[in-house]
């Protein structure tokens, strides 16, 4: 339940549903009498907390029952994080924080040990996420389901913002959207 007062949004936590496989959102969609495409669905500008509105079941509910016939949906898998998987993510975030590399690598050594140690003892077979879409009058309405799984650039915001010399250097005096990212989470 969602409380608002004088135009201000305040709300509970958020009981996020599991990733769906491919073959379980058909069953579902099957289910509610509605078909089911594939798409590539942008889940870079979703978050778990704006996304999920409704469970999956009363989604396709509502959108049976606002006429549409359709949905879309996306189902998305990772592999188990490699070396060069770690350096595409630490590059990235290198940029988004305009310092380099190294100084990333260097202060977060053992996170990035334990990130990769956690991440090979995830199933890879298990989707991370999943998205479902219904349009009604022109307007997306979105379930999200999410499986945990290990975060890099979470694991390696939260060291840097903890320091170190090289880090207050290179990171906490900067303002970047990063560190906004993290303020965000905590």
């Given at each position: 339940m969602k409380i608002t007062k004088n135009l201000v949004h305040v709300a509970g936590d958020v009981a996020l549903e599991a990733a769906c496989t491919e073959d379980a959102l058909k069953a579902s969609f099957e289910k509610a009498g509605l078909q089911g495409f594939?798409?590539?669905l942008d889940i870079a500008e979703r978050?778990?907390?704006h996304v999920q509105m409704l469970s999956l079941d009363d989604l396709l509910g509502f959108a049976k029952a606002s006429?549409?016939?359709?949905v879309t949906y996306d189902v998305t898998y990772f592999p188990h994080a490699d070396d060069a998987e770690v350096s595409r993510q630490i590059a990235l975030l290198a940029r988004d924080l305009?310092?380099?590399d190294e100084v990333i690598r260097e202060v977060c050594a053992d996170q990035i040990d334990e990130y990769?140690?956690?991440d090979a003892q995830r199933d890879a077979d298990v989707p991370v996420h999943s998205i479902v879409e219904a349009y009604v009058g022109g307007t997306a309405f979105a379930w999200y389901g999410i499986n945990e799984y290990p975060r890099l650039r979470r694991v390696i915001l939260r060291e840097l913002a903890q320091g170190g010399p090289k880090a207050k250097r290179a990171f906490v005096m900067k303002a970047s959207k990063a560190q906004v990212d993290l303020l965000e989470e905590l």
């Open positions: 594939p798409a590539e978050t778990e907390e006429g549409a016939a359709a305009e310092i380099s990769l140690k956690l």
